[in-house]
């Protein structure tokens, strides 16, 4: 009989800028050129999916449990990686993890850029002393913003 497991595999996430600042005098030039790369092992897991909202309210698209992983949501433990992509041109997309009690954290995407999150947790007072459980991802843009989520999880 055929092997039909699949393979945890390696995840690798590689960020490059790009920035030379010309001089008149060549020797003056500045390079602002970094490349880092993260890995990220043992990954069994991943979701991408775009997602197309409705209007401009504030929408869960994922959540996070301590061990349920009915009805989509995902193993907050075992979340490694968490990409979310604006896939509009033009307007600003609102994203954050939330804890659903007294702690939410949020920012502002710009148009065709993203956001990455390598854990669950956020802390919306700031002290930031007290990181809490993610219960949700949330984004609020507007009606037919398209965006793109990947998450990776072992």
């Known amino acids: 009989m055929a092997d039909t497991d699949l393979n945890a595999a390696t995840l690798t996430v590689t960020i490059t800028e790009a920035l030379s600042i010309g001089h008149d005098t060549t020797a003056d030039a500045r390079d602002f050129a ?3 790369t993260h890995t ?3 990954i069994i897991n991943s979701t991408k999916k ?4 409705v209007n401009s309210n504030l929408v869960e698209i994922i959540t996070f449990s301590n061990d349920d992983v009915n009805n989509g949501m ?3 433990g075992d979340v490694r990686y968490i990409r979310v992509t604006n896939l509009d041109g033009t307007d600003a997309l609102q994203v954050g993890l ?3 009690a007294s702690d939410a954290c949020y920012t502002s995407v710009a148009a065709n850029s993203s956001i990455m999150y390598t854990s669950v947790v956020c802390e919306g007072g700031n002290g930031g002393t007290t990181l809490d459980n993610a219960t949700a991802l949330k984004v609020k843009g507007i009606a037919n913003q398209q965006l793109e989520v990947f998450i990776a999880s072992v």
């Open 74 to 76: 995902f193993v907050r």
């Open 40 to 42: 990220y092992g043992s």
């Open 98 to 100: 939330d804890d659903e």
């Open 34 to 36: 970094q490349t880092c």
């Open 50 to 53: 775009i997602i197309k909202l």
